[in-house]
């Protein structure tokens, strides 16, 4: 084989190779509708959101499921209530949405959903616990319930001066951390009992959505503000506050920690901005920018794709770290040289067989001419 041949070898199979990735930005459409929250299942390969109809006032809400291999809608099935917020138990599969006055939860094994009707004010988050026994907590009004999530059944209930905004638990101690607003502090309760333990002091108003990095075990805050706050979840103090924007008009709102990578994903408002923290230190290491208002956002661990809900239509950014794009690179062209290789000396054996083939037949006319 000679050099042109191999080099068009090398550049099919390069292009094969190419030719299965996705262009980003993606956008998902699930009809004429507005995605308000999303969750990613990376273990089974399924990303789930919740949405309006997409106009004003909605005249229906849905729940979707995507699948995360080739990015089709799969499924769409009707929701009662205006949804919100949703968390998934990783281990069942199982969704749950934040509707007026209940939540729904999506069973997956038999992709259905049913209804847990939830006393008083509208949900405003959702948190889930599976470390010991199975617990979702709900925040309604200005009370935080605990709630068997294969029953609907409330073990447990708490109640604040303020309304409560964001919810999260940490597996990893046991506790819960609630914001409250208006206020400039983090409640934390036991999540066992939903005892109150004590509060985090935070240098101004409020912890409105919360994100865990389960690796440093640090808690993040979107605040309503141009900054994020840092917590300590381990020791329950305040660290320090990350300016993500320069414009004191920007507010954080949706924010979301990648349990394998340790970066922090956090949107602002107005626009469709999402800045990238490294966990590592704390800096915005990346912007991103989507079309229009961002309502939610989830991230598959699986392959680095980050799913963000925003007007009619989910976007999927690639949000891989370079070094895993150069990973990738370098074996794919590693992987194509061996392959040419081994075809380029497969054609040279065979050359070289033909022409010893070739050499004794032309040495067995010479002795029987010379006979």
């Known amino acids: ?60 809400f849905s729940f979707g499921i995507v699948n995360a291999t080739n990015h089709d809608v799969v499924k769409i099935l009707p929701l009662e209530e205006y949804p919100g917020a949703m968390v998934l138990d990783q281990a069942s599969g199982d969704v749950y949405v934040a509707g007026s006055t209940s939540v729904a939860v999506f069973d997956e094994s038999n992709q259905s959903l049913v209804y847990y009707s939830i006393p008083g004010h509208p949900i405003l988050s959702l948190a889930f616990d599976s470390s010991v026994s199975p617990n979702l907590y709900v925040t309604s009004g200005n009370s935080i319930l605990s709630m068997n999530p294969h029953t609907g059944t409330i073990m447990g209930n708490v109640t604040f001066s303020n309304n409560l905004d964001g919810i999260q638990i940490d597996p990893s101690n046991g506790m819960l951390f609630v914001g409250q607003y208006p206020g400039s502090e983090i409640s934390v309760l036991n999540a ?49 506050s990350i300016e993500v924007t320069q414009s004191g008009q920007n507010s954080t709102n949706v924010i979301l920690a990648d349990d394998v990578t340790g970066r922090i994903f956090v949107s602002s408002s107005p626009g469709g901005s ?48 370079p070094r895993t794009i150069l990973l990738v690179a370098l074996v794919v062209v590693a992987v194509v040289a061996v392959g040419a290789i081994v075809v380029y000396l497969l054609v040279r054996r065979k050359d070289e067989q033909q022409r010893r083939e070739i050499q004794s037949g032309a040495q067995g006319s010479d002795s029987t001419s010379r006979r």
């Not at 191999?6 to 190779?17: H, I, K």
């Not at 509060?199 to 865990?212: D, N």
């Open 192 to 240: 066992s009992d939903l005892a109150k333990i004590g509060t985090i002091g935070l240098p101004g108003c409020c912890a409105l959505q919360f994100a865990l990095d389960v690796k440093g075990q640090l808690l993040y805050a979107a605040t309503g503000t141009n900054y994020v706050y840092v917590i300590n979840a381990a020791s329950g103090s305040f660290e320090k």
């Open 1 to 60: 084989m000679n050099n042109k041949a191999l080099s068009l070898l090398l550049v099919a199979l390069l292009a094969a190779q190419v030719s299965y990735a996705a262009t980003y930005p993606l956008n998902i459409t699930p009809g004429r509708s507005w995605p308000l929250s999303v969750v990613a299942d990376s273990s089974r390969g399924l990303v789930y959101f919740d949405a309006t109809s997409g106009e004003y006032p909605p005249s229906g």
């Open 274 to 321: 999402v800045m990238e923290i490294d966990g590592s230190d704390g800096h915005v290491s990346q912007f991103l920018q989507v079309s229009s208002q961002v309502a939610g956002l989830a991230v598959d661990t699986k392959t680095q794709e980050l799913y963000v809900a925003n007007y009619h239509q989910l976007t999927v950014l690639d949000v891989r770290k």
